[in-house]
């Protein structure tokens, strides 16, 4: 079966925002628990939700917090935080060859989705100038994060196919996680081993458009 479907993560993929993120809950847990937050930890936080992401992060540093209400408002104050650090994004932040691997998919008439984690993820892609390029955006909202597959299932269900006809990418293993357990075809980018991915490239500028082309024709294939 043809893929018909390819769905992009942001963060890793189309471009670099891990700094961002992680000096936001850097400055966030400075200012309440006085606290210099372990760069180590960053690696645990990477494709998951907001909220899951601060428990991690509080887990791993000690910290028990019992209200919910409290957690909610801490990450939404990471939130202001991080947009704040975001603003000054442009097309100049584009990780190089999204734009090529964009163009050569709307060439073949293949919808592009963007499934990301982030609840941020169409203010960047606004900020990027790739907002008019994707055809749909996942809001992950009411959805269960990654390693769970309901990103990935969101956007295969708003084309109406089967999961053989879609193939994910994703710089961080609860992602790549998360398009295996959706029955997708996984591209693995970035310096993570990602040993579950169909393929694994270092970035996409330096992907195999012929090999691509195969793949999109007949990804199951042996």
């Known amino acids: ?15 670099e925002t891990t700094h961002e993120h992680y000096q ?15 760069p180590d930890f960053e690696t645990y936080t990477r494709g998951v939700s907001r909220l899951e992401s601060l428990e991690i992060l509080l887990s791993k540093s000690g910290i028990h917090i019992a209200s919910l209400d409290v957690k909610k408002a801490l990450a939404n104050e990471k939130n202001l935080m991080y947009q704040q650090l975001i603003q000054a994004f ?3 932040k584009v990780l190089p060859g999204v734009k090529d691997l964009i163009h ?9 989705a963007l499934g990301s984690a982030s609840k941020n993820g169409s203010f960047l892609l606004e900020r990027l100038g790739l907002k008019d390029a994707f055809d749909y955006h996942v809001d992950p909202s009411h959805l269960r994060s990654k390693p769970k597959p309901d990103i990935f299932l969101d956007a295969m269900h708003h084309f109406r ?23 997708m075809y996984a591209i693995g980018v970035g310096k993570e081993p990602l040993i579950q991915a169909d393929w ?15 793949i999109l024709m007949n990804p199951y294939e042996k």
């Open 24 to 38: 936001a809950w850097t400055l966030l847990f400075k200012k309440h628990f006085n606290i210099n937050l372990n």
């Open 90 to 92: 442009d097309s100049s």
């Open 1 to 15: 079966m043809r893929i018909a479907l390819v769905i992009f993560d942001m963060d890793g993929v189309i471009t």
């Open 104 to 112: 050569y998919l709307k060439e073949r008439n293949i919808k592009i």
């Open 200 to 214: 694994k490239l270092n970035d996409l500028a330096s992907l195999d458009y012929q090999k691509l082309e195969e």
């Open 161 to 183: 196919l089967s999961p053989k006809a879609c193939l994910g990418i994703e710089d961080a293993e609860a992602g790549i996680q998360a398009i295996k357990a959706a029955g």
